[in-house]
DNA sequence: TAGTATACGACCGTTTCTGTCGGAATTACA
DNA sequence: TGTAATTCCGACAGAAACGGTCGTATACTA
């Protein structure tokens, strides 16, 4: 639990991929799983749904493939994982509009919501620009007092 | 997924559960789940389980029960989620030691541990106690200096 | 010794995740 | 025009995780 789907990863390592290799018009699905040894027919299903999300174009037929929709820079990791997983809730309960049922007083969610706040927070300020980059460095101070605001 | 099971949902609404009710020397599983509509014996092996990693103290036999091993301001959600649902990496790959096997260059592991750090700082900086207040006040202010430099 | 409670392991049904298969539509190029 | 490369899409199957139950043993109190 707590846990990114291998399909999250997958889709984070393709768009770094893709980040990496800038000169390239468009990657195969192939190109980028024979780069890591990810199943090529799941990564194919993986890119698909990034580019419904509007996070990749794609060209079908020869020397087609997908490439970034826009700059590395401006993709964060938390669009990547929402396209790919969908929305996430740090609380199991909470499905939406109706909330706990079970519980007339769950009050943990509360404050466990805050924490689901906060790892978003996270995740949006990590582009894939920054996992391009070995050493990612920008996203850091950028965004240090925003942080502490959504979080505290 | 990045979701807690609801094992864990459970433990912690018992532990806020034990924490709002200090005059009693222990309350029985049945107790609290009755409380929170939690399938008794569910809620049974998680006490155990939280029991063993000495969050709770238990005493067996007539008006036996569970009560916290320590002070609430001291027991921390990660704590708690870490005794019931083990260790959690953000990434799916690192299985511990290993790391990634498949991939030789798997870089956004490096980024994504940090994030990891982040989520388990957040954790770590909320007790059981704020859980129990409403409003939780004092973990914020007091956290904040740490946590920006354990994220950024 | 009877009743209440924890302790522990086995098990099962459901869901979610991961991966595969098959086929259709699209495009480039010879 | 035909062929190969490629995206697109739905269905499905195996595997793992999750949620929950059952039975039984053990411990404690009165």
Same mark, same amino acid.
Do not use: W
């Given at each position: 639990?707590?846990?990114?789907?291998?399909?999250?990863?997958?889709?984070?390592?393709?768009?770094?991929?893709?980040?990496?290799?800038?000169?390239?018009?468009?990657?195969?699905?192939?190109?980028?799983?024979?780069?890591?040894?990810?199943?090529?027919?799941?990564?194919?299903?993986?890119?698909?749904?990034?580019? /419904? !999300?509007?996070?990749?174009?794609?060209? %079908?037929?020869?020397?087609?493939?997908? #490439?970034?929709? +826009?700059? @590395? *820079?401006?993709?964060?990791?938390?669009?990547?994982?929402?396209?790919?997983?969908?929305?996430?809730?740090?609380?199991?309960?909470?499905?939406?509009?109706?909330?706990?049922?079970?519980?007339?007083?769950?009050?943990?969610?509360?404050?466990?919501?805050?924490?689901?706040?906060?790892?978003?927070?996270?995740? /949006? !300020?990590?582009?894939?620009?920054?996992? %391009?980059?070995?050493?990612?460095?920008? #996203?850091?101070? +950028?965004? @240090? *007092?925003?942080?502490?605001?959504?979080?505290?």
């Amino acid at each position: 639990m707590l846990k990114l789907t291998k399909k999250a990863d997958y889709g984070l390592m393709a768009l770094k991929f893709l980040a990496e290799h800038p000169e390239r018009p468009a990657l195969s699905a192939k190109d980028v799983a024979d780069a890591y040894g990810i199943p090529a027919q799941l990564l194919a299903k993986i890119l698909q749904q990034l580019t /419904k !999300s509007g996070l990749l174009r794609s060209t %079908a037929g020869m020397n087609g493939g997908y #490439a970034l929709a +826009r700059e @590395a *820079r401006s993709i964060s990791a938390y669009e990547v994982i929402l396209a790919i997983d969908g929305p996430f809730f740090i609380t199991s309960c909470s499905k939406g509009k109706t909330g706990c049922e079970l519980t007339t007083n769950c009050t943990i969610k509360e404050p466990l919501a805050r924490v689901n706040e906060t790892i978003a927070g996270v995740l /949006k !300020s990590i582009s894939i620009q920054d996992l %391009a980059e070995h050493e990612p460095p920008a #996203a850091r101070e +950028r965004n @240090a *007092r925003e942080l502490v605001a959504l979080t505290l």
